[in-house]
């Protein structure tokens, strides 16, 4: 499976909560079926950490930040669930809290492609006759192409 990481999370009220955190958090991110995710301990020592001898330190740590995860954080850019990224729900079971809403936004690619076909539609509406050509696309691609190169040029000024 997959998950979508926004580089916001390294730059929010997470800072400086440690590697174990993050780690679970990413865990979480790519492990969760519609904003479940099933976290043992054990397991994730085993996963995260490499803990392939049981040792209780590393379970110590894949625990806390659990439970850090779980804590409200009146920092937190979410109000829902007074910041807490994760609510418990079984023994090994956890909802996301904010999963539908990060879920449903469209990466950055996603998004430019959504505007280049609702561009074209609207240029072969404005022509009157709703078709776009292949060779119409592939024109408008490679100008989103040369906006985003000049995007970056720009940035890295």
């Known amino acids: 499976m997959y998950g979508k990481s926004f580089e916001s999370k390294y730059e929010g009220s997470m800072v400086g909560a440690g590697v174990y955190v993050f780690a679970v958090w990413d865990y979480c991110i790519t492990k969760n079926r519609s904003g479940i995710v099933e976290l043992n301990p054990k397991l994730l020592a085993f996963v995260l950490d490499g803990d392939t001898d049981g040792s209780k330190q590393s379970a110590e740590h894949i625990e806390a930040a659990i439970e850090y995860l779980m804590r409200p954080d009146p920092d937190s850019r979410s109000r829902?669930?007074?910041?807490?990224?994760?609510?418990?729900?079984?023994?090994?079971?956890?909802?996301?809290?904010?999963?539908?809403?990060y879920d449903g936004l469209k990466s950055l690619s996603e998004q430019r492609e959504y505007n280049r076909r609702k561009q074209a539609e609207y240029r072969a509406k404005k022509r009157g006759n709703g078709v776009v050509s292949a060779e119409e696309m592939e024109a408008h691609a490679e100008v989103q192409a040369a906006v985003r190169k000049l995007d970056e040029v720009q940035e890295g000024l």
């Open 80 to 101: 829902e669930s007074e910041g807490r990224r994760l609510v418990k729900e079984g023994t090994f079971q956890y909802r996301m809290v904010n999963w539908a809403s």
